[in-house]
Nanobody, 125 residues
Framework: QVQLVESGGGLVQAGGSLRLSCAAS????????MGWFRQAPGKEREFVAA????????YYADSVKGRFTISRDNAKNTVYLQMNSLKPEDTAVYYC??????????????????WGQGTQVTVSS
């Protein structure tokens, strides 16, 4: 059983930065992709960024491109999301996710097998 635990959320002013971490554990942890999603109140969960576990290819939603950076440390089974130039519209619960399948849209929630509990990010104006 794979477990994902996020950390690093908090309250920050607009223009500030936060770094989220997602630590994975479990004997069978061998993902193809790791992703970050977010969900604001009253909205659907949306794709933020993803990274391939083998060779660190990265993918971003247009809304965060140039501001957010996803990275991973295979030795620590950890994926990070560095968030810079934060905006109030970035306020949401951020979720880490892992998937084992190779094919299928990386931005689709349904293609991910494992999810963390989420960490709140609040950006004040």
């Amino acid at each position: 059983q794979v477990q994902l635990v996020e950390s690093g959320g908090g309250l920050v002013q607009a223009g500030g930065s936060l770094r989220l971490s997602c630590a994975a554990s479990g004997r069978t942890f061998s993902p193809t992709y790791m992703g970050w999603f977010r969900q604001a109140p009253g909205k659907e969960r949306e794709f933020v960024a993803a990274i391939t576990w083998s060779d660190s290819r990265t993918y971003y939603a247009d809304s965060v491109k140039g501001r957010f950076t996803i990275s991973r440390d295979n030795a620590k089974n950890t994926v990070y999301l560095q968030m810079n130039s934060l905006k109030p519209e970035d306020t949401a619960v951020y979720y880490c996710a892992a998937r084992s399948r190779r094919y299928g849209s990386i931005s689709y929630v349904g293609t991910y097998d494992n999810w963390g509990q989420g960490t709140q990010v609040t950006v004040s104006s």
